[in-house]
T-cell receptor, first 115, second 114 residues
């Protein structure tokens, strides 16, 4: 079974609008971390935001927030006030304690911001 | 500046040749990883290492080899046994003992078979 599922291969958003990128995960571990990365066309992987399994509040980092719904095992990324520079691939990842803290990545979502 | 460095950025290989991709980190991280990324796809784990002189196969290890002689270095060799090596390769490192720390990535190496 897939550990991380991203069901949106591609998304479009109007500049200055908000967009939600979906991510669901599968784990039986109680202790795990959820991460979002941005990959622009240059290829580098840029860490955006982290959510711990025990965190009760949703994580926020500037225009990025993580909508964490533990019971539904979802960790959606919300980007507010989209900018042209947000056009990139976005990857959701999970790290579990009971598998040696391995990272599991989703297949990614390609986001295009339209002027 | 702490970080993780991959070299070269672009690499061309002839059929039947072995090539080695370099990955060096000065973050004092125990764990290091190699991922392969094909166009429009996610990251697939090739090999990972949690300690010097030890490493484990990931999901797609066939045709690849690694070494971890120093904590800072985790080179990946793409052997002639890898039938379709053209891809983007990413090296990463992280603190090992916690699920709440992110992976740090290098800039990647784009390998093309000619």
């Amino acid at each position: 079974a897939q550990k991380i599922t991203q069901t949106q291969p591609g998304m479009f958003v109007q500049e200055k609008e908000a967009v939600t990128l979906d991510c669901t995960y599968d784990t039986s571990d109680q202790s795990y971390g959820l991460f979002w990365y941005k990959q622009p066309s240059s290829g580098e992987m840029i860490f955006l935001i982290y959510q711990g399994s025990y965190d009760e509040q949703n994580a926020t980092e500037g225009r990025y927030s993580l909508n964490f719904q533990k019971a539904r095992k979802s960790a959606n990324l919300v980007i507010s006030a989209s900018q042209l520079g947000d056009s990139a691939m976005y990857f959701c990842a999970m790290r579990e304690s009971n598998t040696g803290n391995q990272f599991y990545f989703g297949t990614g979502t390609s986001l295009t911001v339209i002027p | 500046d702490g970080g993780i460095t991959q070299s070269p950025k672009y690499l061309f290989r002839k059929e039947g040749q072995n090539v080695t991709l370099s990955c060096e980190q000065n973050l004092n991280h125990d764990a290091m990883y190699w991922y392969r990324q094909d166009p429009g796809q996610g990251l697939r784990l090739i090999y990972y290492s949690q300690i010097v002189n030890d490493f484990q196969k990931g999901d797609i290890a066939e045709g690849y080899s690694v070494s971890r002689e120093k904590k800072e270095s985790f080179p990946l060799t793409v052997t002639s046994a890898q039938k379709n090596p053209t891809a983007f390769y990413l090296c990463a490192s992280s603190i090992l003992t916690s699920s709440n720390t992110e992976a740090f990535f290098g800039q990647g190496t784009r390998l093309t078979v000619v």
